[in-house]
């Protein structure tokens, strides 16, 4: 069996190819994939050659892991059954290509272990919860012993950031302050403020999350930590990071890394999102038929306008 899928032929190449789907193992399920979100982080990396070495790197390959689906054929006594939706965090369902992640496809196989179920209501803003599952991990370290400290500082108002800033509402806790430079992405705020830094004189935060991606961020945070305060490092850099040591010294200021999601992260965040306690409103900005993959990919990663573009692989 072929389906079709994004291939990244070699960076800055992109095409839609048809290709072979590997056998079903007795555990998997089979998936017409309704939507799929691009990554404007790893997956932009993956894109333009910039990705630092990874498991499994190399081209071509298939892309994405932010898939929303419905099943096809489901084993007998899965928990989940044909006609279910369901998010896929990635697949390793095409043959001869790297499935890197291996989402971005028309037609996937899965392990029922790996995905989620979903509500069918949530449509395309389902992509999201890939996204949500990332901004929870950085606070809840993947359920690892105690949750960090919340952000009371988040640098970036992309997708990632937003989400992060909603959690922190929801959870109750004293609204963040949000940082974005780009006087485009300063508007959607739910129940915090969004200001350019330059606006904001304050020294004393306690911990600064940055999804920015900036690799200078070290040196623009580190200065506004109160004594033992920690930086978070929650985008994805593709260059090395350093930062003056004197600011960092004098406010005995650490510095954490926050990695990828993990299946905890996904479980409460789909919970919080069924639960009506987080919403995913208004943060998929732009959507495109896989005919257009091309000029989608180049909106995503280069309109300042796009938060999120999806992929509908319904057409």
């Known amino acids: 069996m072929q389906a079709s899928a994004i291939v990244f032929q070699a960076p800055l190449q992109l095409s839609v190819r048809r290709l072979p789907l590997r056998p079903s193992a007795p555990d998997d399920l089979e998936i017409d994939v309704l939507y799929s979100g691009i990554s404007t982080g790893t997956e932009r990396l993956l894109w333009d050659g910039s990705m630092p070495p990874f498991p499994g790197m190399g081209y071509p390959l298939v892309p994405g892991y932010e898939t929303v689906g419905r099943v096809r054929k489901a084993p007998e006594g899965s928990p989940i059954r044909a006609g279910d939706t369901v998010f896929v965090p990635g697949s390793y369902s095409f043959e001869g290509v790297h499935n890197l992640f291996g989402g971005a496809g028309e037609v996937l196989r899965a392990p029922a272990a790996r995905v989620v179920k979903v509500s069918a209501d949530l449509g395309e803003q389902a992509v999201l919860l890939a996204l949500a599952a990332t901004a929870y991990h950085a606070v809840s370290l993947g359920g690892r012993g105690d949750p960090a400290t919340p952000p009371d500082l988040i640098i970036g ?116 999102v069924e639960e009506g306690r987080l919403s995913l409103a208004g943060l998929v900005t732009h959507t495109r038929p896989t005919g257009q993959a091309q000029d989608a990919y180049a909106a995503a990663f280069g309109d300042p306008l796009c938060l999120k573009m999806v992929l509908d692989w319904r057409h």
């Open 157 to 272: 108002h992309g997708v990632v950031g937003r989400l992060l800033a909603r959690l922190t509402v929801a959870a109750g806790l004293p609204a963040p302050t949000v940082w974005e430079t780009n006087p485009a992405r300063r508007g959607g705020a739910e129940g915090y403020a969004v200001v350019h830094p330059d606006e904001d004189a304050r020294k004393d935060y306690r911990a600064i999350y940055d999804v920015s991606g900036d690799t200078e961020v070290l040196n623009t945070a580190i200065p506004r930590l109160q004594m033992g305060g920690e930086v978070v490092l929650a985008g994805f850099y593709k260059e090395q990071l350093s930062f003056a040591y004197a600011p960092a010294f004098l406010r005995e200021a650490r510095i954490r890394v926050a990695a990828e999601w993990k299946r905890p992260d996904l479980m409460a965040v789909t919970q919080l």
